[in-house]
DNA sequence: CGCCTATACTTGATTAAATCAAGCGCTCTA
DNA sequence: TAGAGCGCTTGATTTAATCAAGTATAGGCG
């Protein structure tokens, strides 16, 4: 099974200049990748390290198939590294590398924004889910 | 027509003490809306001031039925004001508000994080869109 | 010992979302 | 006056996410 992830757009997104190219290219890089449905959420649970597999689907209330597909596709980043300590009562644990922890700060910043400029637009996400 | 922004998942991701469950909750408000496709590309794109519809579909590569979509919801989020100045010849701009623009420092932290973290990870995107 | 639960997945069916294709009212340019 | 462009909307199609179920096996329990 191998995950692929094509780009989100075309290059031009606000700089017209060639020489920008790769600026806009870099962040059309990362923002693709980033958008990706739950990635965001993997990583920030992953900050608080090495996890299995289905803490994180607990986590995150996302079903297998997908956070399947997500660890995969993160792998294939090189965002976390997938660890098999034991292959027959399937043990594994997730791990951030350097790029994935280099995301903190960016994770962070996106969530005191959201403190800052999101709070009117509740979402309900927060008390209860878990009885 | 309105557009409903789902939370992306439960709470407890990382941190299961109560106190921080505002913290997490803020991650996933923001995380929630940053990660619906094209919204980090419409703001990124905005960055460079005010622009009309159809500029956007083109810069981004966008159907217009998803765009239409994209900016109800950015605007309802209040991250962007929408300024009708001719009803009749349709002519229309959209304008990130203070909420957006602070936004900016993210949207190129990522560009910087994925020049340093992303540099194999192709994706083909600057180059050939347009003949 | 045999029963039960848990892990890390995969496979196939269903549902939700994004994209494509086309069109509308209107005005400005050629 | 014919054609192109603007800012959308509607309906059909493609693509992606989710649900439901199953698999092999280790370890705890009575």
Not at 17 to 31: E, K, V
Request: glycine share 6%; aromatic share 4%.
């Amino acid at each position: 099974m191998s995950e692929e992830l094509e780009p989100i757009s075309n290059p031009e997104l606000g700089s017209h200049d060639p020489s920008q190219c790769d600026l806009a290219a870099d962040f059309i890089r990362g923002a693709s990748l980033l958008q990706e449905k739950w990635v965001m959420m993997i990583v920030y649970s992953l900050l608080a390290g090495p996890t299995g597999f289905s803490e994180l689907v607990r986590r995150g209330n996302v079903n297998t198939t997908t956070m399947t597909q997500r660890l995969n596709l993160l792998e294939a980043a090189g965002l976390l590294v997938k660890t098999v300590h034991s292959t027959m009562p399937p043990r594994t644990s997730y791990e951030l590398t350097e790029s994935g922890r280099a995301l903190k700060p960016i994770l962070e910043a996106i969530a005191s924004w959201s403190s800052e400029h999101l709070k009117d637009v509740n979402l309900g996400a927060c008390p209860p889910t878990e009885p």
